[in-house]
């Protein structure tokens, strides 16, 4: 898996996140898969809500899948077996949407692959804390960086 560093957002306010989605979104070929990444609580949901500009994204613990008119998201994050995502039905949600986000997605590519439509241009987002502090309250920036998938 090699991967192609298209952008990278190094100094991310929460408030920021709207003007680099509409950049992130310039720099993607539709329909777009954009796997999230980063660990527990760096904000994958909050950016997933944001790039959703209506808001109607539910809360992934509510649901595994949730969907927009253009876009379906997904938290795998309770996922246990790669043989769930088949039983997800992915290609229901995914018709006419230009962007799928999955967070916690990583780890089942293969089983992703198998399910969504190959005109999907898979992308990684990875979400990182820039400022690694243990006080959660100096947490207040993001590193985020987009890499296209060749695979």
Not at 9 to 30: A, G, H, M, N, Q
Not at 55 to 77: E, K, W
Not at 125 to 141: G, Q, T, V, W
Request: contains cysteine; hydrophobic residues 40%.
């Amino acid at each position: 898996m090699s991967q192609k560093e298209l952008r990278c957002w190094k100094k991310v306010f929460e408030s920021d996140l709207p003007y680099v989605i509409s950049e992130l979104k310039e720099s993607v070929t539709r329909p777009a898969m954009l796997i999230l990444s980063g660990e527990m609580g760096v904000g994958k949901t909050t950016f997933a809500k944001i790039f959703a500009t209506d808001g109607t994204l539910q809360s992934p613990s509510y649901s595994v899948l949730s969907m927009t008119p253009t876009i379906a998201h997904a938290d795998l994050y309770r996922i246990k077996d790669p043989e769930e995502v088949v039983h997800l039905e992915l290609t229901l949600y995914l018709e006419n949407k230009d962007y799928f986000l999955v967070e916690w997605g990583k780890r089942y590519l293969s089983s992703l692959f198998r399910e969504v439509d190959e005109r999907f241009t898979t992308y990684e987002l990875m979400i990182e804390f820039n400022n690694k502090s243990a006080n959660p309250s100096l947490r207040d920036y993001f590193l985020l960086k987009l890499d296209r998938n060749n695979f």
